[in-house]
C-alpha cells in the first residue's frame, strides 16, 4: 500500500523561494513515476512537474518550467519540489503522485496518476 506525505508548504513573497518535500512509503518508490501537481479553488488540479526512473527523464508545465525543479531521492523514499521566482498565480495546494506503470518520461495527465498525498497549500502574497 502506497502513502504519500507532503510537507514545506507555507507563506511566501512574491519573487521568493520555497521547497516542498514528498515522503513516500509502502511500495518500490524506485521503480515509481512521480509527479507535483496543483489545484486551487475551484479550478482544476493541474500538472506541474515529473520524474521518471531514469535520472533524465523529467516533464516540467510551460507555466514553471526555468522557475521550479523536481528531484528525488531513493534511498530517503522522498521526491522534492524546489520553488523559485514565486508569482500570485502559485498560490494552490500542492499534490504528491505516484505512477507504477508508466515507462520513460512521467506522464502529464492526472488520471495517469494511481497514488496522491493530501496536499500542502503554498500562498504567494503580492
Known amino acids: 500500500q502506497v502513502q504519500l506525505v507532503e510537507s514545506g508548504g507555507g507563506l511566501v513573497q512574491t519573487g521568493g523561494s520555497l521547497s516542498l518535500s514528498c515522503a513516500s512509503s509502502?511500495?518500490?518508490?524506485?521503480?515509481?513515476?512521480m509527479a507535483w501537481f496543483r489545484q486551487a479553488p475551484g479550478k482544476e488540479r493541474d500538472f506541474l512537474a515529473g520524474?521518471?526512473?531514469?535520472?533524465?527523464?523529467?516533464n516540467y508545465a510551460d507555466s514553471v518550467k526555468g522557475r521550479f525543479t523536481i528531484s528525488r531521492d531513493n534511498v530517503k523514499n522522498t521526491v522534492y519540489l524546489r520553488m523559485s521566482s514565486l508569482k500570485p498565480e502559485d498560490t494552490a495546494v500542492y499534490y504528491c503522485?505516484?505512477?507504477?506503470?508508466?515507462?520513460?518520461?512521467?506522464?502529464?495527465?492526472?488520471?495517469?496518476?494511481?497514488?496522491w498525498g493530501q496536499g500542502t497549500q503554498v500562498t504567494v502574497s503580492s
Open positions: 503522485a505516484a505512477d507504477r506503470n508508466s515507462v520513460g518520461f512521467p506522464p502529464r495527465t492526472r488520471d495517469k496518476y494511481e497514488y
Open positions: 520524474i521518471g526512473r531514469s535520472s533524465v527523464g523529467t
Open positions: 509502502g511500495g518500490t518508490f524506485s521503480s515509481y513515476a
